[in-house]
């Protein structure tokens, strides 16, 4: 079955740095990755998501970036705000008749800084 | 985006109880959903799929006497703990599906935590 690692666990940015977030999928024919965003004691929230029919998909401060090739795609933020600070799980899923199960990474620690 | 409802937020309920957790819909339908069990500080881990007029898929490992689930309509699963003991307090989450161009994108309710004494 899939396989997702994400990386890094933990990661801390002072207010207005950009943070990046990496994962990499081990089922080739996986062909959609979301990223949710999770605030502490919520449901995780969808920020962004790319299908891989795409390299690249951006919204304001959040862009994903995907190289098929290599198996991972990253999560890139800029422009950093403590609003921002949350767990970040990616996730990857090959959709199968009509419905799609998740695969998720095991999240990263965004802590943003004043 | 689509949203997803749970119910209750919170319970706290003796050990042997059972307790039910609703998921909904609010603005599309969902002839799956999919229930979810989070540990603290740890990843999403998928308990089972929740299939409309059907039954339940389960994970390896998860048991699906304890954990019964029903998908009574188009925008409405439940998950019910049976006999619940201290092992089971964790974060439930539902998500469903939102069937659009290209295929599905999941959203997920705003979960339940379930503590048992």
């Known amino acids: 079955g899939e396989n997702v690692e994400q990386h890094p666990s933990t990661l801390s940015v002072q207010e207005g740095d950009s943070a990046v977030i990496k994962c990499t999928y081990s089922?080739?024919?996986?062909?959609?990755f979301p990223w949710y965003k999770q605030e502490l004691g919520k449901g995780p929230q969808l920020i962004i998501d790319?299908?891989?029919?795409?390299g690249e998909k951006k919204d304001q401060r959040i862009a994903v970036t995907l190289n098929k090739t290599a198996k991972h795609f990253s999560l890139h933020i800029t422009e950093t705000q403590p609003e921002d600070s949350a767990v970040y799980f990616c996730?990857?899923?090959?959709?199968?008749?009509?419905?799609?199960?998740?695969?998720f990474g095991k999240g990263t620690m965004l802590l943003v800084s004043p | 985006g689509a949203v997803v409802s749970q119910h209750p937020s919170r319970v706290i309920c003796k050990s042997g109880t059972s307790v039910k957790i609703e998921c909904r819909s609010l603005?599309?339908?969902?002839?799956?959903m999919f229930w979810y069990r989070q540990f603290p500080k740890k990843s999403l881990m998928l308990m089972a799929t929740?299939?409309?007029?059907?039954?339940?898929?389960?994970e390896q490992g998860v048991e699906k006497d304890k954990f019964l689930i029903n998908h009574a309509s188009l925008t409405l699963s439940t998950l019910t703990v049976t006999s619940a003991h201290p092992e089971d307090s964790s974060f439930y989450i539902c998500?469903?599906?939102?069937?659009?161009?290209?295929?599905?994108?999941?959203?997920f309710g705003p979960g339940t935590r379930l503590t048992v004494l």
């Open positions: 996730a990857a899923t090959r959709p199968l008749s009509g419905y799609s199960t998740l695969t």
């Open positions: 790319i299908r891989s029919n795409v």
């Open positions: 089922d080739s024919a996986s062909n959609y």
């Open positions: 998500s469903a599906p939102e069937r659009g161009r290209g295929g599905d994108t999941q959203y």
């Open positions: 929740s299939n409309e007029g059907s039954k339940a898929t389960y």
């Open positions: 603005d599309f339908q969902a002839t799956t």
